[in-house]
């Protein structure tokens, strides 16, 4: 009981109506401890005073601060005031005042009763010097400020906007349009409103919400305390949209297909894996949506595409997510060749609707978007890399393995020779080279040509190159954007593959599970674990023998794109609520 005697006094002292005086009292910070802790005895420390608190308010603060703000909600409700309104009618956004009375001279007011505004917003700034107050109020469109004056809001609205305003708290005002001698655009308040009475303290306004892991977890106060946050998420948007205007300019019809599949299909990855109670059976989180789209060929459609959620149950990076946005899109009687102009398009469109130009700044690298970009096979990127020509070991994987490991001990890099000798075919082996030596290095917008048959199992043979397959992926700052083939449309040939998919998953699934035998059970399981099951969708294989037209089909990474035109450095910069570890 002892122990809560301090805070006790805290919340009688706080909570006592504060009388305006000639005294300065001002905030600083978009909430300070010290500030609305203690009132006005934090303005002895004089203008550059900061909070102690450091980069965050800590949890017994935070604690004692809410205590008090939900003793001033109770007083709003003892007289009279809903602290939590139902609608407010504002007639301006703050940008859209800041727009039309951008020429209204210092020191003038704008009286006239079409003047007369009324707006709405999250106050993230106060002032106040005796019987004035300013407070720098915040909505969705930008800022502006609420001039308060004494003797002109009604009753005692001023001694409540002193005594039971806050930080974070989400305003309604009225009044008349005034720009200050100083400068600065500002609504005259007559009369105001709590419409949201928050119960939190917001971060320091110096210091910002700066601990990465809460950035994530708590994006609603990330994007408070950092406007520059939500203006990545409004670009995302408005890439997005770009991305649908200009399929659908082509021609391009938007479709859904099911999220809950009874095969995973269409890429290799460990799918999450769900329950169906009625059903009584599992079903698989989807890892790609090309085989429902391919169907929609089937029956008919020519040109359709998604945009949608995918999940995949594997590893988290900057780069990786669980979940996931990506654009699939497929167009009959076309080859790969049509969706090479088809990204092209669709990254400088939104690379100008976001950024007005094609050269952009990507941590630090310039990246020239302007068309066209290069075109190179595998093959020749990796000789150019390695000096090692892929095409003159045949099927000769040992001799093949011989001369990469000399050539990586020349080069001197330190890569993974294990992974080499993991290589089970040439194929293999040519595109882990490229993956470990060639990828990262392709900073400039790059289409590499050409893959083995091995690593492709949905793709067209090359109509000119045996063991190749016509596929291409996009790689900007050494960075996979877009994966597209000449569809494959074979029936017999796609089933095949498929099995020979199945085949070599359950040999490794085999080889994983008499590796870990006998040894301890890992409390995690590490993202390379194949105990997952690898089944074959038997109605995509029937419905390619009903006739599927020649085709080529794309998919786009929605959120490295982004990464790219907002210069972000992690996917989850630019995934609003992006997966993350259990808090401990």
Same mark, same amino acid.
């Given at each position: 009981m002892e122990a809560l005697q301090p805070l006790k006094q805290l919340i009688h002292f706080t909570s006592l109506r504060?009388?305006?005086?000639?005294?300065?009292?001002?905030?600083?910070?978009?909430?300070?401890?010290?500030?609305?802790?203690?009132?006005?005895?934090?303005?002895?420390?004089?203008?550059?005073?900061?909070?102690?608190?450091?980069?965050?308010?800590?949890?017994?603060?935070?604690?004692?601060?809410?205590?008090?703000?939900?003793?001033?909600?109770?007083?709003?409700r003892s007289n009279g005031l809903e602290p939590?309104?139902?609608?407010?009618?504002?007639?301006?956004?703050?940008?859209?005042?800041?727009?039309?009375?951008?020429?209204?001279?210092?020191?003038?007011?704008?009286?006239?009763?079409?003047?007369y505004v009324s707006i709405s917003g999250r106050i993230v700034a106060r002032r106040a010097f005796g019987k004035l107050a300013f407070l720098t109020l915040r909505d969705d469109s930008g800022m502006i400020q609420?001039?308060?004056?004494?003797?002109?809001?009604?009753?005692?609205?001023?001694?409540?906007?002193?005594?039971?305003?806050?930080?974070g708290d989400i305003l309604g005002a009225n009044g008349s349009i005034k720009r200050t001698e100083k400068g600065e655009l500002s609504v005259c308040v007559n009369s105001f409103s709590i419409l949201t009475k928050s119960l939190l303290p917001l971060p320091d306004k110096y210091h910002g919400l700066t601990d990465i892991d809460k950035r994530y977890r708590q994006r609603y106060v990330d994007m408070i305390a950092n406007p520059e946050v939500a203006d990545t998420f409004r670009k995302r948007a408005k890439i997005v949209s770009e991305i649908r205007q200009s399929v659908e300019s082509f021609g391009f019809l938007e479709v859904e297909t099911p999220v809950l599949q009874g095969a995973a299909g269409g890429a290799e990855a460990r799918p999450f894996i769900t329950f169906h109670n009625s059903l009584g059976r599992d079903l698989y989180l989807r890892i790609a949506t090309e085989l429902h789209l391919k169907r929609?060929?089937?029956?008919?459609?020519?040109?359709?595409?998604?945009?949608?959620?995918?999940?995949?149950?594997?590893?988290?990076?900057?780069?990786?997510?669980?979940?996931f946005t990506t654009i699939e899109m497929y167009e009959a009687y076309s080859d790969y060749e049509?969706?090479?102009?088809?990204?092209?398009?669709?990254?400088?469109?939104c690379a100008l609707a976001v950024n007005g130009k094609l050269k952009i700044d990507y941590q630090g690298? *310039?990246? @020239?978007?302007?068309?066209?970009?290069?075109?190179?096979?595998?093959?020749?990127? /990796?000789? +150019?890399?390695?000096?090692?020509?892929?095409?003159?070991?045949?099927?000769?994987?040992?001799?093949?393995?011989?001369?990469?490991?000399?050539?990586?001990?020349?080069?001197?890099?330190?890569?993974?020779?294990?992974?080499? *000798?993991? @290589?089970?075919?040439?194929?293999?082996?040519?595109?882990?080279?490229?993956?470990? /030596?060639? +990828?990262?290095?392709?900073?400039?917008?790059?289409?590499?040509?050409?893959?083995?048959?091995?690593?492709?199992?949905?793709?067209?043979p090359h109509r000119r190159h045996s063991g190749l397959t016509e596929r291409f992926e996009l790689f900007i700052c050494g960075r996979e954007m877009a994966n597209a083939f000449s569809e494959l449309t074979d029936p017999l040939d796609q089933r095949r593959r498929l099995e020979e998919q199945v085949r070599q998953h359950n040999e490794k699934k085999a080889a994983s599970g008499l590796n870990k035998a006998g040894a301890k059970e890992q409390e995690n399981k590490d993202d390379d674990d194949d105990s997952y099951e690898v089944t074959l969708d038997e109605d995509f294989l029937t419905a390619l023998e009903y006739g599927m037209p020649p085709a080529s089909g794309m998919g786009l990474g929605i959120d490295r794109l982004v990464m790219l035109l907002t210069d972000s450095p992690s996917i989850r910069d630019v995934i609003a609520f992006p997966v993350l570890k259990i808090q401990q």
């Open positions: 504060f009388r305006p005086s000639s005294s300065f009292f001002i905030v600083r910070c978009c909430s300070s401890t010290t500030t609305e802790v203690t009132g006005r005895a934090a303005a002895g420390g004089g203008r550059n005073r900061r909070s102690s608190s450091g980069t965050s308010t800590s949890t017994s603060d935070k604690e004692a601060i809410r205590a008090i703000r939900i003793k001033k909600v109770e007083e709003l939590y309104a139902y609608k407010w009618d504002r007639t301006h956004s703050a940008s859209q005042l800041q727009e039309i009375y951008k020429n209204l001279g210092n020191g003038e007011e704008s009286k006239s009763e079409n003047d609420l001039y308060c004056e004494k003797e002109r809001l009604l009753g005692d609205q001023f001694d409540q906007l002193k005594t039971l305003v806050d930080i929609m060929l089937v029956g008919g459609f020519e040109k359709v595409y998604e945009i949608g959620r995918i999940f995949r149950n594997e590893g988290i990076s900057t780069r990786h997510n669980p979940e049509s969706m090479m102009n088809m990204a092209e398009e669709i990254v400088t469109r690298v *310039e990246i @020239c978007l302007e068309r066209p970009w290069r075109r190179e096979t595998m093959h020749n990127l /990796v000789k +150019e890399a390695t000096g090692i020509d892929f095409k003159n070991f045949g099927d000769d994987l040992k001799a093949a393995k011989e001369h990469t490991h000399k050539a990586i001990d020349i080069l001197g890099d330190d890569l993974d020779k294990s992974s080499i *000798e993991a @290589c089970s075919s040439v194929g293999h082996l040519l595109n882990e080279v490229f993956e470990m /030596v060639v +990828e990262p290095k392709l900073l400039q917008p790059t289409f590499v040509l050409d893959y083995p048959i091995e690593i492709s199992p949905l793709a067209k």
